[in-house]
């Protein structure tokens, strides 16, 4: 998904307050959608979300000094535009 996928969807609806509402929240879905099904989604001048995968780790509980293990999880990576620096 990139700019132009974003700008494609929001052209479907006019601009009264309740639509323009309708249209952020339909962006943020579709970006939520293509991050679930492991897209890279591009915002051109602002930068990239991408989803990675970390290994599960383990790590010691403060409270009891126990071990545990953390299980491996998804994650959203995010690379900055070089416009934003």
Sequence with gaps: M????????????????????????????????ALREGE????QGFG???????KSKSARNPRTGETVVIPARRRI???MAKELI
């Design 48 to 54: 990239s979300f991408q989803t990675v995968m970390r």
């Design 2 to 33: 990139n700019k132009a996928d974003l700008v494609n969807i929001v052209s479907n609806v006019v601009c009264t307050q309740t639509e323009s509402k309708a249209a952020v929240n339909k962006i943020f879905e579709s970006i939520q959608k």
């Design 40 to 43: 890279k989604v591009v915002v």
């Design 77 to 79: 990576k995010f690379k």
